[in-house]
């Protein structure tokens, strides 16, 4: 497997995350870092869409046009090594995140859920819309001195009437997707390496046949110190994820026997999405650089339920 060829699009970008391919060409993505949701236009230049303060980590276009946002509320001060931004502790300022709703036209940001059942969100991280209306999302939670959040995923209404948690408990998932007709629901646990799978029946219910509930199947755990960030699925249903440390973006086949690994040159890689004429252009955040990069991804991509 030959190396893909990436192009850098835009830089000085503080933590990028959460990109999201416009049909005019250019990429909504989250500045973690600066808490805001910015537009990369073609020629690379970056303008702020919409000031969302704490830390905005994931972005989807809803069923109403508007972009819904998780927010994690600041859930880490960041360290400069050598020119790389680095995620660090939590801040004291940290009490908590939050789903939030961007009017595009006018950059008017509405926070729409802060709990759920009287619990409070911790860190939401990504989602990814369903074409019924909802959407799923993960909450990252937190990691303290001597404490670790057991965290979950869960199913949200994109009219803000309701969430539940579906899925609990999970270690620190992040990345979160649906394949191409729906039906199976995929996350990726950061600090354990692994994607798992679920059955989606109907909207908002995941199943799965693993012996340790909440578990569903293993798609895929990678060796050595690899973690998993954010993802997408392609067009053929490829789980291609975010991978730190070992940077690059990761892609595991829909019955997880072949991993293929893209490599870049930044080790905190976070997210992927696809775009472009014919759904083929890879948009990449390269997270410690600050950079939005670009490649012809090997599969087309695949076209989401709300672009």
Do not use: K
Not at 72 to 88: T, V
Not at 216 to 226: E, S, T
Not at 238 to 254: E, K, M, R
Not at 283 to 303: C, K, N, Q
């Amino acid at each position: 497997m030959e190396d893909l060829e990436w192009t850098t699009i835009a830089t000085g970008l503080r933590f990028p995350e959460g990109p999201v391919a416009m049909a005019d060409g250019s990429v909504l993505v989250v500045e973690i870092e600066r808490g805001t949701l910015s537009r990369v236009g073609p020629d690379g230049t970056v303008d702020v869409v919409a000031e969302c303060g704490g830390g905005p980590n994931g972005a989807a276009i809803g069923p109403d046009g508007s972009v819904w946002i998780t927010n994690n509320g600041g859930c880490f001060e960041y360290i400069d090594l050598g020119g790389m931004l680095i995620p660090g502790p939590v801040p004291p300022t940290w009490s908590g995140g939050s789903i939030q709703r961007v009017d595009l036209a006018t950059g008017s940001v509405e926070v729409v859920y802060t709990e759920c059942d009287g619990l409070p969100l911790r860190a939401p991280n990504d989602l990814v819309f369903d074409g019924h209306g909802g959407f799923w999302f993960t909450d990252h939670g937190v990691r303290l001195d001597r404490s670790s959040d057991l965290t979950g995923v869960f199913y949200a209404q994109a009219d803000g009437s309701g969430l539940r948690e579906v899925l609990h408990p999970l270690q620190a998932p992040n990345g979160v997707g649906l394949s191409p007709t729906g039906d199976r629901l995929y996350v990726a646990e950061t600090h354990t390496g692994r994607v798992w799978a679920w059955d989606v029946p109907e909207p908002g219910v995941a199943s799965g046949t693993g012996l340790l509930a909440p578990h569903g199947d293993l798609l895929a755990g990678l060796p050595g110190l690899q973690l998993l960030d954010s993802l997408a699925v392609d067009g053929d249903g490829w789980v291609c994820v975010g991978t730190l440390v070992n940077g690059g973006i990761t892609a595991i086949s829909p019955d997880g026997s072949v991993l293929e690994h893209h490599p870049l040159d930044d080790p905190l890689v976070t997210n992927i999405c696809f775009g472009g004429p014919d759904g083929r252009t890879a948009f990449a955040t390269a997270s410690a650089t600050g950079r939005l990069v670009s490649t012809e991804w090997p599969r087309p991509g695949l076209r989401l339920a709300h672009p």
